[in-house]
Every structure is written in structure tokens, then in C-alpha cells.
């Protein structure tokens, strides 16, 4: 018997997206809908498996927890990147860690959801007309605005083709971004201060490392319009929380759409929930149909080949 834990399956769908009857031999599932919390609780709910599924990193997987999980063998994640997976403690501890594909536009996708969300005040609009009201905002033109792309990689080159075809005035810029590769994609390369100071939708597609960990402040929001807004479906730590939340409490910019946060889930109190001018989504940029499809099938490959002695897609 080969007991298989699903962590982190908000939706308890997983089973929806997979056939674990791929898998050789008997196998015993079991799929957590909540969230298990700190290392203690996951370490106590993992003690007895060998395989364990995590969806992105919604679960950490440091040295202290993989070595109080003394039966697990196999360690999957969702994509082929998670920051939250302590792979050379993995390796020592005899735990092999395998990865899955994952889409390439479905965050792209919420990020034009969130933009558009944000300044033409869906949300507000859709809560007035339930309650019996009419037309209380005014939006604002994407065409012949300006988009500020934070980071011009596989996402954020997308995201700036679309803000294209909308008709806006696309510039970009992170650390290591040169003119030549901001040329490729079609926009103009501009310095940080720039982007800030003239964007009026400033939207972040960098990986959250200890070089971005914080990258945006204080100082980059005061350089914002009063009539700009951030949108971040990237990782919520890139983004200074409370210098953010100052700055929409203050009404310093016109707004934000966020889907990413320092601690996910999001806390019940959290004062981002009660902030203003907020459009706010539960970390859904890969939350679809399509990616999960990739996501669970290929998962229960990884499985399948590992327990047949030749592993796929190693990370570790």
C-alpha cells in the first residue's frame, strides 16, 4: 500500500483532474481541503506517508519538517519551481522531489481581469447595482495610457502584448533588463523612477527572490499618480505590505488589484481586506481548469514512474 498525501486542495477537486489508477500497485489517497497550517500540524499529518502532492507553495517544505517525516519517499510540486521546497535537505534525507509542466497564460490572463477590475470599478459598480443602486464611478481609458511592466519575462512580455492591443503605451523595466530585450517584445525600456512616476497601471511579473523580496516600497509608491494603481499576481512579499496599505488608506493612489500576499491564505482580519479601492483575489492565477488538468495528470505520472523505479521530470 502506497499512501499518497494531496495537500492544499481548496477546491477538493484534485480527484476531478487525475487518475490515480495509473499508479502500480494499491494505492491509498487522501486529499486535504484546508490548509494544515504550521510544521507541527503538517509534520503530524504527514508522519505516515510516502508520497505527498504540494500545490505551489502554499505548504513549506523546510529541512526541520522533511526531517520529521521519516516514511515519505517522494515529494511532487506543481510546476518545476518552488521556493518553498528545501531541496538539497530533500536530497539528504533520501526524498526524491519531482515537478510538473504548468500553463502559460492563465495568470496572464486574471492580471487583464484585475486591470480591468480595477479601473473600471467592477466590483464597487456590481456591489451597488445589488443593492439597488446606479452608476456611482468614473474609469479610466486604457487606450493611450500608460502600462508599466515590472519584470519582461514569459509573463510579463505577454502581459505587455495585451496592453498593446489596448491601445497603451507600454514600458518596462527590472534589474536586469536591457533595451535590446525590451525591444523584442515591443516596448521601451525606461528606469525604475520612470515607470513609477508615469504609469498609470503599474503591474509586477518578477520571481520572488532575496533580490526582489521587498523590491517595491515606500519610496516607489510616493512616486506613483494619485490616479495609478498596482496590480500584482507575482508573489505578495516583492511588494512592501504596509507601506501599500498606507498609501491606499491615505488615498495616495487610486488603487490596487492584488492576488499574491505575504501570508496565504489571507487572514480573516487581514487589513488588506477592509483596505480601499482594493480588488482583491484568492492567489487564482493558476487556478484553472487547464492548469490544474496539467497540474494533477502530470502529478500522478510522476508516481506512477517513480514507483516503477524510473523517476520523471527530478528536481532533486
Known amino acids: 500500500m502506497i499512501r499518497i498525501a494531496v495537500l492544499d486542495d481548496y ?88 515537478g510538473t509542466g504548468s500553463g502559460a497564460t492563465a495568470t496572464v490572463e486574471l492580471t487583464w481581469g484585475l486591470i480591468l477590475a480595477a479601473v473600471r470599478h467592477i466590483p464597487r459598480e456590481d456591489a451597488g447595482m445589488r443593492a439597488g443602486g446606479w452608476q456611482q464611478t468614473i474609469g479610466t481609458d486604457l487606450a493611450g495610457a500608460r502600462l508599466g511592466v515590472v519584470g519582461l519575462g514569459r509573463l510579463g512580455s505577454r502581459v505587455a502584448t495585451i496592453g498593446q492591443a489596448f491601445g497603451m503605451d507600454v514600458v518596462a523595466w527590472s534589474q536586469n533588463l536591457t533595451d535590446e530585450r525590451a525591444a523584442e517584445v515591443g516596448v521601451r525600456r525606461v528606469e525604475r523612477e520612470e515607470l513609477f512616476a508615469t504609469a498609470d497601471v503599474v ?45 491606499l488608506t491615505e488615498d495616495r493612489i487610486a488603487g490596487a488589484a492584488l492576488d499574491v500576499y505575504d501570508e496565504e491564505p489571507l487572514p480573516a482580519d487581514h487589513p488588506l481586506r477592509t483596505a480601499p479601492r482594493t480588488v482583491l483575489t484568492p492567489h487564482l492565477g493558476y487556478v484553472t481548469r487547464g492548469t490544474y488538468e496539467v497540474f494533477y495528470g502530470e502529478a500522478v505520472e510522476d508516481v506512477a514512474a517513480f514507483v516503477a523505479g524510473s523517476p520523471i521530470r527530478v528536481l532533486a
Open 11 to 98: 477546491q477538493s477537486v484534485a480527484a476531478d483532474f487525475c487518475d490515480w489508477s495509473q499508479v502500480p500497485g494499491e494505492v491509498d489517497v487522501v486529499e486535504f481541503s484546508q490548509h494544515l497550517g504550521d510544521e507541527d500540524a503538517v509534520a503530524a499529518a504527514l508522519l505516515e506517508f510516502d508520497v505527498v502532492v504540494a500545490m505551489r507553495e502554499r505548504t513549506e517544505f523546510r529541512r526541520g519538517l522533511l526531517q520529521r517525516l521519516p516514511n515519505l519517499k517522494l515529494l511532487v510540486t506543481t510546476g518545476m519551481r518552488n521556493k518553498s521546497i528545501d531541496t538539497e535537505a530533500a536530497a539528504e534525507c533520501g526524498i526524491t522531489v519531482c
Open 203 to 247: 503591474t509586477i511579473h518578477l520571481l520572488l527572490s532575496e533580490r526582489t523580496r521587498g523590491l517595491i516600497g515606500a519610496d516607489d509608491l510616493a512616486l506613483m499618480k494619485h490616479t495609478a494603481v498596482l496590480v500584482n499576481t507575482s508573489r505578495g512579499p516583492i511588494v512592501r505590505q504596509q507601506p501599500l496599505i498606507d498609501a
